[in-house]
């Protein structure tokens, strides 16, 4: 699991940092003025959530 807080997602913009092919959608936690974004990559035990991770990161840059 990933959580991108407010500064990140206002930072990358709401709509760039929801639009997340081909991962399903994160989803918005927090106030709607100032929303964090929650990724779901997997209980933790999949190696592969790690390349997840890395796209989710590469993306909100």
């Not at 918005?28 to 100032?34: D, E, F, M, Q």
Request: glycine share 12%; no cysteine.
């Amino acid at each position: 699991m990933n959580t991108a807080g407010p500064d990140v997602v206002r930072q990358a913009g709401l709509a760039h940092a929801e639009a997340r092919p081909p991962h399903p959608a994160p989803t918005r936690l927090g106030p709607a003025a100032a929303p964090a974004l929650h990724y779901s990559l997997g209980d933790g035990t999949d190696p592969g959530a790690w390349a997840g991770l890395r796209q989710i990161i590469h993306h909100l840059k």
